[in-house]
């Protein structure tokens, strides 16, 4: 998990509140993703982003958002519009966004684990 | 579509019998193949991967994976398996998902536990 820091690592929500999870890498990776997992579905892609102030949406953006103001910086935001937000969270990183030998080695956070109550 | 199947949710053997984790694909273009381990409340880390060349990667840990083109299956094993190899395994392909930036993105599939019993 070395160089990207999540925070917070748990986080409980009421309905109808938005929260924020941040994420934090000193890799001086280029692209950065967010991603959602729950038990027995494997890893499903919220947005992506590839350089600062350009994000695209993955499989499952609906009810979040994000924003890349800084290289080291990629916040993602989940709003009251995700109706099943109760996940693990995981962030990474990977030197290029796509393509070449060495791009979509990710290397990952340590994970959010956000439960609403 | 880009598509990958672990057939097993768990998978167990005994501390130093080898070990198989298996994956199949279907994925866009040549296949860019990846396995990923993550231990309890923690990330992903990256094990190996196979874009071109040998059949056989080799990657951390003593472990390999054999890629098959006509079986379009891309398996993990260890000739011989240690109790802290338990953890969850993830296969992963790239493949083009939209057109433009970023348009190539990994497909994972759903994870295989493995549990091996000292």
């Known amino acids: 998990d070395g160089g990207i820091t999540q925070s917070p690592k748990y986080l409980f929500r009421k309905e109808g509140q938005n929260v924020t999870l941040s994420c934090e890498q000193n890799l001086n990776h280029d692209a950065m993703y967010w991603y959602r997992q729950d038990p027995g579905q494997g890893l499903r892609l919220i947005y992506y982003s590839q350089i600062v102030n350009d994000f695209q949406k993955g499989d499952i953006a609906e009810g979040y958002s994000v924003s890349r103001e800084k290289k080291e910086s990629f916040p993602l935001t989940v709003t009251s519009a995700q109706k099943n937000p109760t996940a693990f969270y995981l962030c990474a990183t990977s030197r290029a966004g796509t393509g070449g030998e060495g791009a979509n080695v990710l290397t990952f956070g340590a994970g959010s684990r956000l439960t609403v109550l | 579509a880009q598509s990958v199947a672990q057939p097993e949710d768990q998978v167990n053997v005994a501390e130093g019998n080898p070990l198989t984790v298996k994956c199949t694909y279907s994925?866009?273009?040549?296949?860019?193949l990846f396995w990923y381990v993550q231990y309890p409340n923690r990330g992903l880390q990256f094990l190996l991967k196979y874009i071109t060349g040998d059949n056989l990667v080799k990657g951390s840990y003593g472990f390999e994976a054999e890629f098959n083109k006509s079986q379009t299956s891309f398996h993990l094993k260890k000739p011989s398996a240690l109790v802290s190899d338990s953890a969850l395994y993830f296969c992963a392909g790239r493949g083009r998902r939209w057109s433009g930036a970023g348009s190539y993105q990994l497909t994972f599939g759903k994870g295989t536990k493995l549990s091996v019993i000292p």
């Open positions: 994925v866009s273009g040549n296949p860019y």
